[in-house]
Antibody
Framework: QVQLQQSGQGLVRPSQTLSLTCAISGDTVSNSSATWNWIRQSPSRGLEWLGRTLYRSHWASDYAPFLRGRITVNPDTSNNQFSLQLNSVTPDDTGVYYC???????????WGQGTLVTVSS | DIQMTQSPSSLSASVGDRVTITCRASQDIRSHLSWYQQKPGKIPKLLIYEASTLQSGVPSRFSGSGSGTDFTLTISSLQPEDVAIYYCQKYNIDPLTFGGGTKVEIK
């Protein structure tokens, strides 16, 4: 049974860096038939895909255009997890952040428990 | 970027009614569309992928159809436990994009 366990800070000061980690059990971050995603949700913007990492003979990451330059999603094969870093946060980045597994051609079938991140001084 | 537009944004129907939710893509996405159900305070749950394939364990009253730009989620007989917000999402082509959601309530 696949489980995704999120960890990281819930309160971030404006202009600082948001950091979250998603530990994977029951699957591996190197699975070449899956991608590992970060998604956030807020009342004003609904569900927003932020970025992902994937392994297809080599590692790659894709990011939402509105975040490029601020976001990094990295795999950590030693610990079977992946991470999110979002730089220069503002209150607009407040929301519930989810990690999630997407299987190729089969949608997002596993979600982390969600982390409420508040950007406030 | 491809935009996903859902309609209606909310609906109210009686138990046993047939409910239809529409999702439109701004460009052809073939069949690369999923539907999710999110109940209050819960994480989203995958209902349907590849536009019409029912995820394991999902009741058969849920069905999906469409390809290209127009897609539909149908609940054949609405049940009280179906009260939720439903989202469509295109995938396998980045950026992955969600629709704005449809809130389903019982009349």
């Amino acid at each position: 049974q696949v489980q995704l366990q999120q960890s990281g800070q819930g309160l971030v000061r404006p202009s600082q860096t948001l950091s979250l980690t998603c530990a994977i059990s029951g699957d591996t971050v190197s699975n070449s038939s899956a991608t590992w995603n970060w998604i956030r949700q807020s009342p004003s913007r609904g569900l927003e895909w932020l970025g992902r990492t994937l392994y297809r003979s080599h590692w790659a990451s894709d990011y939402a255009p509105f975040l490029r330059g601020r976001i990094t999603v990295n795999p950590d094969t030693s610990n079977n997890q992946f991470s999110l870093q979002l730089n220069s946060v503002t209150p607009d980045d407040t929301g519930v952040y989810y990690c999630a597994r997407e299987r190729d051609w089969a949608g997002i079938d596993q979600w982390g428990q969600g982390t409420l991140v508040t950007v406030s001084s | 970027d491809i935009q996903m537009t859902q309609s209606p944004s909310s609906l109210s129907a009686s138990v046993g009614d047939r409910v239809t939710i529409t999702c439109r893509a701004s460009q052809d996405i073939r069949s690369h569309l999923s539907w999710y159900q999110q109940k209050p305070g819960k994480i989203p749950k995958l209902l349907i992928y590849e536009a019409s394939t029912l995820q394991s364990g999902v009741p058969s009253r849920f069905s999906g159809s469409g390809s290209g730009t127009d897609f539909t989620l149908t609940i054949s007989s609405l049940q009280p436990e179906d009260v939720a917000i439903y989202y469509c999402q295109k995938y396998n082509i980045d950026p992955l994009t969600f629709g704005g959601g449809t809130k389903v309530e019982i009349k």
